[in-house]
């Protein structure tokens, strides 16, 4: 396995010392995550690329009804996890 020098702020270091956390098991959660995360944005975008394609691009009540929904899913999400 390949090693790879991170750097941590000081603040941050001490915090993972502190509570004694695994920083390599935690750094690999976060990147596969994150990596995750990217492919999902960038298949949504190939999506909507296809959608708009296929039947035009969306009037401006359709977006207004798309931001509204998007805002319901965040704010529930926020919700849970705080």
Do not use: C, N, W
């Amino acid at each position: 396995m390949p090693r790879v020098q991170v750097y941590l702020p000081d603040d941050l270091h001490a915090e993972l010392k502190k509570r004694g956390l695994p920083a390599s098991e935690l750094l690999q959660i976060a990147l596969r995550a994150e990596l995750e995360r990217q492919d999902a944005l960038d298949e949504t975008s190939r999506y909507v690329d296809e959608l708009v394609a296929e039947v035009g691009e969306p009037d401006q009540r359709q977006r207004a009804h798309a931001d509204a929904i998007v805002r319901r899913i965040r704010d529930r999400s926020f919700h849970r996890v705080s």
